[in-house]
């Protein structure tokens, strides 16, 4: 499975601290009916290489409801439980509409932060036995303008965790202030939660 299509191991340290990663770029509005073919992947790649934390930067951006647990979600539920593993799962992105940038007025942030109506995480970040995580902006460490929340199944609370995504805001010399590579190993600058929640899969291997 090191060539598949879509999983990869990035290795951060000993061979049993490895992180699964899922690729840019799949369609995952029909991923129900992949989860036996990606649970046969996430069996052999664990036996082979003692993996037990996967990175999922593909939330479905449309179709939830408001207190939906998704089939989605219940599929990487239970695919946690009888693989032992944990799934680290990003929020989602608002894009139609974004709250304010985060300022140094507290009372101006609790009240942007309501300010985008609904505002939930994407599928599968509802997950119960896994963790969700939106973004903070990597210059003032602010809750992230384009970052979703809120809420999961019934009374839980979503996203779990925060780490830094990129600043919502693009500064004319920094950028977004958080960097990576493109395929053609540019560097570039951006921000989604996507960016985020491979950090804090990083961090559970440490």
Known sequence: FKNS??????????????????RDG???????????????????????TGARRVNFSAPIST????????EFA???????KDLDMIFVISAGNLHDVARPAWTNN??????????VKPDIVNSPSESCLNISVAALNATNGGFASYSRKGKGLNVMTKPDLVHIGGDGEKDPVH???????????????NCVT?????????????
């Open 5 to 22: 299509k879509i999983w990869e191991d990035v290795d951060y340290g000993d061979e049993d601290e490895e992180i699964i990663y899922s």
């Open 175 to 189: 950028g977004h202030s958080l960097y990576s590579l493109d395929s053609g190993c540019k560097i570039v600058t």
């Open 106 to 115: 507290p009372d101006h942030n609790l009240a942007n932060l309501e300010s």
């Open 74 to 80: 219940q599929a990487l539920d239970n695919l946690a």
């Open 63 to 70: 179709g939830r409801k408001i207190d939906e647990y998704t």
């Open 194 to 206: 996507s960016f985020s929640a491979p950090l804090v899969a990083k961090s559970l291997a440490c």
């Open 26 to 48: 799949i369609d995952f509005h029909d991923q129900v009916q992949r989860t036996r073919y990606i649970a046969e992947c996430l069996e052999q790649i664990k036996e082979e």
